[in-house]
């Protein structure tokens, strides 16, 4: 199913010969997050990984790809949403500051199926991301939000495609990032594509960021393309702001230390995507800050229903429950 986007996704599909496959049966519901740890051991090594997610026919569960540690690493996600079906994936970046990361996740949505793609980029020194979906037929509602703060000598970027491959669907995407540091750089690019055939389709993205300091640099590009004049709406926005002081202001005339205040500051901004997560031991860590403090384990994990799951040799699945 997946197809690769650029060199990186397909240089992880020839040199992938394991694959980890958890499935979600029909007609089940999974309430604790299943959880994939993928740790890197050290810095400058390259690991190439490839995953493949599937919730049967009106099944529904929580996914969380954790990322951490330093490595190079290139991983590859195929997800397939059944009929029905109700997943979402969760996708945290939370690496050492030496690490490389590049991946592609492309997921294909069901009839009458809900799927949210929730990508919260942290850490790394690189991070590039793409994210896509189509539909396998009418009826699905699928969604994209992204959570991402970059600190000075990071470079963190977030490619999305929602291609409405057929009609009477619809399709959200929200990023929302903060950056600080002369050299913080985000990249925003996202793609809808309503082709001839997808009649009746409901479509919005959206890209915001917030610059703390001086020197970063935030880069956005929305774009959509309609082949059809039959929708119900297709839309897309995009806007980059400063830091306003009179926030700041506001808050350290009631007595918060400024520090405190502007992480308030911040986690306001974000806080529309923070509330999309879902799972608490996620929501509840500061999105803002130093680096340090945005990479604390104590922060980002020790969910009581979360699950580690081990890599495994190819063709090993995991089946719940």
């Not at 604790?32 to 740790?39: E, N």
């Not at 793409?130 to 490619?159: K, T, W």
């Not at 309503?194 to 915001?208: F, L």
């Not at 897309?236 to 506001?250: I, K, M, P, V």
């Amino acid at each position: 199913m997946l197809q690769p986007a650029d060199r990186a996704a397909a240089i992880a599909s020839k040199q992938t010969p394991e694959a980890l496959y958890i499935q979600i049966p029909a007609d089940t519901e999974i309430e604790a997050p299943i959880r994939v740890d993928i740790t890197g051991v050290e810095a400058g090594k390259r690991a190439n990984s490839h995953i493949v997610l599937e919730a049967a026919a009106h099944a529904k569960g929580t996914i969380v790809l954790e990322h951490r540690g330093s490595a190079i690493f290139n991983g590859n996600v195929e997800i397939k949403v059944g009929d029905g079906a109700d997943l979402k994936v969760i996708s945290l970046q939370r690496w050492n500051s030496d690490a490389i990361h590049t991946g592609q996740h492309d997921a294909e949505v069901g009839r009458d199926a809900k799927y949210k793609h929730v990508a919260i980029s942290l850490g790394g020194e690189i991070v590039r991301l793409n994210v896509n979906f189509r539909y396998a037929a009418e009826g699905a509602e699928a969604e994209m939000y992204g959570l991402y703060f970059a600190d000075s000598g990071q470079h963190i970027e977030h490619r999305t495609f929602v291609d409405h491959n057929s009609p009477s669907n619809k399709s959200n995407v929200l990023y929302k990032g903060a950056l600080q540091g002369q050299t913080a750089r985000t990249v925003w690019i996202g793609d809808v594509l309503i082709r001839k055939e997808a009649e009746n389709t409901d479509s919005y993205e959206k890209n915001e960021n917030l610059v703390l300091t001086d020197g970063a640099r935030a880069d956005s590009v929305p774009n959509l393309e309609i082949e059809t004049g039959v929708i119900d709406g297709a839309g897309h926005a995009s806007s980059t702001g400063r830091f306003d002081e009179n926030h700041l202001f506001y808050l350290m005339a009631r007595g918060i230390p400024e520090e405190i205040a502007r992480q308030l500051v911040v986690r306001g901004f974000l806080h529309e995507i923070i509330q999309k997560i879902g799972v608490p031991a996620i929501e509840e860590a500061p999105p803002g800050g130093p680096r340090e403090r945005a990479q604390d384990p104590r922060q980002l994990t020790s969910s009581p229903v979360a699950r580690t799951l081990p890599r495994h040799r190819k063709g090993h699945s995991h089946v719940y429950p």
